[in-house]
Structures are given as C-alpha cells and as structure tokens.
T-cell receptor, first 112, second 109 residues
Framework: IAGITQAPTSQILAAGRRMTLRCTQD?????MYWYRQDLGLGLRLIHY???????GKGEVPDGYSVSRANTDDFPLTLASAVPSQTSVYFC???????????FGPGTRLTVL | GQNIDQPTEMTATEGAIVQINCTYQ??????LFWYQQHAGEAPTFLSY??LDGLEEKGRFSSFLSRSKGYSYLLLKELQMKDSASYLC??????????WGAGTKLIIKP
C-alpha cells in the first residue's frame, strides 16, 4: 500500500450499533487525524494523535473514541451510532507540524 | 474566537483566471493552507503560506496578508479539470487546522 487507506469505503448502520472505521498509513508519519465532512460545513476534527501512544480530542469528539497502538494504525470507534453521525469520515496524517496533511479516500457512513 | 470564511460557489470560463478569497480570524496562527477536493474524493494539498506575500506554483498561486487575515488562491488558464471545491484552512496555535466550508468552482466551456 502507498499512502493512507481507509475501510470500509461505505457502510449503512442501524442506530445503536457499534462501528469501527479503520485507517492505516505506510508513510511513517507521526501525526494522524480523524475528520468528518458534512454538506455546507468545513472539515471538523474529531480526534487526533501526535505520536503513537497518545491521542487528543478535537472539535467534535462526543460519541467517538480512538486508539493509537502503533505508528501505522488509527481506528475510530462509534460506540453506539446515532443518525447525526451520518457523514463522510476522512483519516489524515502528517509528518511534522506544520506540514501538509495527507488524506485517505474517506468512509461514507449512513446511520439509520 | 476563531472563524474562517470563503464564498460558497464561483463560476468561471475555461481559459480564464479566477481568484478565490478566504478571510479568517484567530489569535494564534501557524500558516494558511489551500486544498483541492474533487467531488467524491479526498482533499489534496495545493499550497501553504506562513509569511506575507505571493507563492506561485505553476498555474496556481496563493497570497497571504497576516495583518488583514486574508488569503486568496489564484488559478490561471482554467481547465475543465479544475472544477472542484477549494478548501481554505488556517493552522492555529495548537497546530490544528480550522477549515472553511469550501468554495465550489464551476468551470464553463
């Protein structure tokens, strides 16, 4: 793989279900990010990780959790999905601040 | 507080020049980014300005005025493939990106 991959590409989920969105990068970047993108709004940061073993809350963290066990992987978990979490989710990574962020292809999630 | 603003939509003609403006307010600033996003795809990096002035990169140029909280992206010799959304974002004092909602650019033949 080259760059950042995300899985699944899209998913329809019943409200109340648990869901993990996967993100893997092979660029050995220190920092990783999860954003959601909704129509008419800018990208909003959910959680971030500056380096393996550390995570932080972004602008809209409620209902989401992350872990960073190693450099490459940064999964995002929705413990109990709600319809307002219907969105396109992008994972991104960067090497050093304030470097550009590289984005994965996104996951389109629909919660019914 | 922090905020960032850019026009929702712009239309331009193939071969022409278009300028997309972005204004922002923040107490901490570590640079201004422009990204391009085609429909259904991920954002891709275009430019980064941290000092005042114009940065030119091929057909695309980006300008920054920190005192005015203002940036623009200039696209020359427009091509149909330039039809996309252009996202402006500033990096705050915590090195987090604050994003505008994006400007949808429509190119007409």
């Amino acid at each position: 793989i080259a760059g950042i991959t995300q899985a699944p590409t899209s998913q329809i989920l019943a409200a109340g279900r648990r869901m993990t969105l996967r993100c893997t990068q092979d660029m050995r970047h220190n920092a990783m990010y999860w954003y959601r993108q909704d129509l008419g709004l800018g990208l909003r940061l959910i959680h971030y990780s500056n380096t393996a073993g550390t995570t932080g809350k972004g602008e809209v963290p409620d209902g989401y959790s992350v872990s960073r066990a190693n450099t490459d992987d940064f999964p995002l978990t929705l413990a109990s999905a709600v319809p307002s979490q219907t969105s396109v989710y992008f994972c991104a990574s960067s090497d050093n601040e304030p470097d550009e962020q590289f984005f994965g292809p996104g996951t389109r999630l629909t919660v019914l | 507080g922090q905020n960032i603003d850019q026009p929702t939509e712009m239309t331009a003609t193939e071969g022409a020049i278009v300028q997309i403006n972005c204004t922002y307010q923040t107490s901490g600033f570590n640079g201004l980014f422009w990204y391009q996003q085609h429909a259904g795809e991920a954002p891709t990096f275009l430019s980064y300005n941290v000092l005042d002035g114009l940065e030119e990169k091929g057909r695309f140029s980006s300008f920054l005025s920190r005192s005015k909280g203002y940036s623009y992206l200039l696209l020359k010799e427009l091509q149909m493939k330039d039809s996309a959304s252009y996202l402006c974002a500033f990096m705050d004092s915590n090195y987090q990106l604050i994003w505008g909602a994006g400007t949808k650019l429509i190119i007409k033949p």
